[in-house]
């Protein structure tokens, strides 16, 4: 089975510019999180969807962030614009809601540096 | 008060002995409970999950749990190269979500 799949898996961009990172769900999997880290914060949730309604998007650091799911198997979280500051590895996560309790599998990340 | 506490340092063990780590947490009501390692430059791979009291094995791994304490461990034992990474401890919450410790590195000396 494929596992969560992240694109991309680098990006390098100026300050200022538009960063779109994509995250498609392993299948059957109907929650889906997206978690940044860093080495000074560690993982910090941003936002997550159950059955691609959001739920909480407390952690989303700024209006420049956003996430959708524009369907059941695949998300992203866009940020407009992007900053150095928002350097870091940004990882999705699905997991299955009645399965096993809060078990979640995470995608290989998206490395984002910001110039 | 962090929802999710790993205190300890960067722990260093030699290859073969036991590794020892410790987390506890806030929220008295958490039912779930995980170990996930990462590797330098990897995403967050589960290695364990605990649900009840008492302790659980997999392997050389073995993971603790005390609600009363709220007290989440995990021993490694006979410490492998391979083993070096850092450990996150991560606790289940409402809707599906969990809470991640900020994790210890360990490091397994040949």
């Known amino acids: 089975d494929a596992g969560v799949i992240q694109s991309p898996r680098h990006e390098v961009t100026e300050m200022g510019q538009e960063v779109t990172l994509r995250c498609k769900l392993i299948?059957?999997?109907?929650?889906l999180f997206w978690y940044r880290q860093t080495m000074m914060r560690g993982l910090e949730l941003l936002i997550y969807f159950n059955n691609n309604v959001p739920i909480d998007d407390s952690g989303m650091p700024e209006d420049r962030f956003s996430a959708k799911m524009p369907n059941a198997s695949f998300s992203t979280l866009k940020i407009q614009p992007s900053e150095p500051r928002d350097s870091a590895v940004y990882f999705c996560a699905s997991s299955p809601l009645g399965g096993p309790i809060n078990i979640q599998y995470f995608g290989a990340g998206t490395r984002l540096s910001v110039l | 008060q962090k929802e999710v506490e790993q205190n300890s340092g960067p722990l260093s063990v030699p290859e073969g002995a036991i590794a020892s780590l410790n987390c506890t947490y806030s929220?008295?009501?958490?039912?779930?409970f995980f170990w996930y390692r990462q590797y330098s430059g990897k995403s967050p791979e589960l290695i364990m999950s605990?649900?009840?009291?008492g302790d659980k094995e997999d392997g050389r791994f073995t993971a603790q749990l005390n609600k009363a304490s709220q007290y989440v461990s995990l021993l490694i034992r006979d410490s492998q190269p391979s083993d070096s990474a850092t450990y996150l401890c991560a606790v289940g919450l409402g809707n599906n979500r969990l809470a991640f410790g900020k994790g210890n590195q360990v490091v397994v000396i040949p």
């Open positions: 929220d008295r009501g958490s039912q779930s």
């Open positions: 299948s059957g999997h109907n929650s």
């Open positions: 605990i649900y009840s009291n």
